[in-house]
């Protein structure tokens, strides 16, 4: 390892999460996570999908746990997708979904960017160490499943690999289409990082459901997904891969051009100089040409998140008993 279609049960729960969500807690939202795990899925053998799912089955979801996406469908794969997301604030892990790679860096080793609470870069090599070990208690290995699966499809998001001091684009208030930013939860909505994780998704989907989703993009990267999972699992490469991708079409789509920030320690968007407000002077506005530049990006990510994520969980799971 180098570290360099919906069940109709779940049509209303997943329609009535919000399209801008708080942030800064998600990414690919409800929709694009549940498309990555439908995805990887599909492309698992019928031995390695049968170990997960067993895992999965007998070590479920604490059924008190307040699910944000909803039940998201009997699928135990898409359900699993969610789950971090709904359990960060309780365990205090917030920084395992992402790395915060400054804008203008230089490509080489990661540990620099990696904080002391950790990181997502950290988080995959622990969680898959976990999971590969048949001697690690079936509870906490069906839990780094769920975090594998989810995971692996934040890294794809290039937010979740960059940072300019605002904290992925969380403050960096933006009018997406005809919908206005405004204050929310110490951010803003919309802002940068939303309209990535979800907005550009959903409107990209059409009213898709995930698994409409899902098939629509295994057959358009048909020709592209052998490449993929014959290159192997490559954890640093995919950051970078994102981060490169934050760099040219997140942020570079944006007009006017916002300058790169000196790299310092941002924990609000009150810190370095008000970030948020200096962004929301500078009247950030996000339509149909940004949406077309930046929605086969993010059709590419999650065909990749879900293809990756099956190299992944084979890896994991094909030699354990």
Known sequence: MSLGWFRPTAIVLLSTA???RPAPLYSWGCQGHVTIA???????TPEVRARAEK???ENPVDPQLPRYCGQTSADLFADASTWPDDVRGRLKNGPWHYIDIPRGAERGPLEPFCGSQGCIRKAITEQFALLRDPSAPPRLRADALRYLIHFVGDLHMPLHAA?????????????????LPHPHLGSFAPNLHSIWDTAIVVRDMEGAEPAEYAELLSESFSSEIPAWQSAGMHIDDWLWESHDLAETVA???????IPIETPAPVHSCTDQDNIGERMLRLHLRVGQSYQDSAAPVVRKRIA??????????SEALQSTP
């Open 304 to 313: 990749q998140a879900g293809i990756r994520l099956a190299v992944v969980l």
């Open 55 to 57: 895992l999965l089955a």
């Open 251 to 257: 942020y570079g789509g944006l007009v006017p051009k």
């Open 18 to 20: 919000p399209l801008f």
């Open 38 to 44: 439908l995805i990887a899925e599909k492309h698992l």
């Open 163 to 179: 940072t300019n001091d605002d904290e992925g684009g969380n403050c960096v208030p933006v009018q997406f289409f005809r919908r």
